[in-house]
């Protein structure tokens, strides 16, 4: 009968403990907050201008990456616009008209309102085999295709990806560094004022 009592007795603190356990490791598997990682570089006049067609400029490297998956960032930031309520133009249509355009005549030549560009400014694998991290730097500028070169918005996320345990799941490195790219895209595009309809 004591030994009963003494279990019960036990159970409140063995339970607290349990309790605290979860609370810890809760915390320590918290997603990110949106956009935490992004710094607004320009606010500009996106959300005073009826920008819905954009045209998704090809990817500037401006690092010292030779292998980066630009194609796979283009098309993360391309479906990134669409989820913030844009319409990008289709990138194989925007590169077979580029192509047979003369040079200096690229904006708005497909009737888009903006043009996104990116820009990759650091993109370092030094420990992506030993330990699965993938350092970036990337700059998203929203150009106006009305006045060239104005600056509609423009934000830089700098983050450091630790894809270790992704690494052992993941079907092929390529697949995973898609996803990667999708949320680069996702994330700096988080900050950016979305598309409001207008009548």
Same mark, same amino acid.
Request: charged share 25%; with cysteine; hydrophobic share 45%.
């Given at each position: 009968?004591?030994?009963?009592?003494?279990?019960?007795?036990?159970?409140?603190?063995?339970?607290?403990?349990?309790?605290?356990?979860?609370?810890?490791?809760?915390?320590?598997?918290?997603?990110?907050?949106?956009?935490?990682?992004?710094?607004?570089?320009?606010?500009?006049?996106?959300? $005073?201008?009826?920008?819905?067609?954009?045209?998704?400029?090809?990817?500037?490297?401006?690092?010292?990456?030779?292998?980066?998956?630009?194609?796979?960032?283009?098309?993360?930031?391309?479906?990134?616009?669409?989820?913030?309520?844009?319409?990008?133009?289709?990138?194989?249509?925007?590169?077979?008209?580029?192509?047979?355009? $003369?040079?200096?005549?690229?904006?708005?030549?497909?009737?888009?309102?903006?043009?996104?560009?990116?820009?990759?400014?650091?993109?370092?694998? $030094?420990?992506?085999?030993?330990?699965?991290?993938?350092?970036?730097?990337?700059?998203?500028?929203?150009?106006?295709?009305?006045?060239?070169?104005?600056?509609?918005?423009?934000?830089?996320?700098?983050?450091?990806?630790?894809?270790?345990?992704?690494?052992?799941?993941?079907?092929?490195?390529?697949?995973?560094?898609?996803?990667?790219?999708?949320?680069?895209?996702?994330?700096?595009?988080?900050?950016?004022?979305?598309?409001?309809?207008?009548?």
């Amino acid at each position: 009968m004591t030994l009963f009592h003494r279990t019960t007795l036990r159970r409140p603190g063995l339970f607290a403990g349990l309790a605290a356990a979860l609370v810890l490791s809760a915390c320590s598997t918290l997603p990110d907050l949106p956009g935490e990682n992004v710094e607004v570089l320009q606010h500009g006049e996106l959300e $005073s201008h009826d920008i819905r067609d954009v045209v998704v400029a090809p990817i500037v490297n401006e690092s010292t990456a030779q292998q980066i998956p630009t194609e796979d960032l283009r098309r993360g930031f391309s479906m990134a616009l669409v989820k913030r309520r844009y319409s990008p133009l289709a990138l194989d249509y925007v590169d077979d008209r580029v192509r047979e355009a $003369s040079a200096g005549a690229m904006a708005g030549m497909l009737g888009e309102d903006a043009t996104l560009q990116v820009v990759i400014k650091e993109w370092d694998t $030094s420990q992506w085999d030993s330990l699965g991290v993938l350092v970036v730097e990337v700059e998203a500028w929203m150009l106006d295709a009305g006045v060239a070169g104005r600056e509609l918005w423009g934000g830089r996320l700098e983050r450091r990806f630790s894809l270790r345990n992704e690494m052992e799941f993941a079907a092929t490195e390529s697949i995973l560094l898609r996803q990667v790219c999708e949320r680069i895209a996702d994330e700096m595009l988080e900050v950016m004022p979305a598309h409001a309809a207008r009548p």
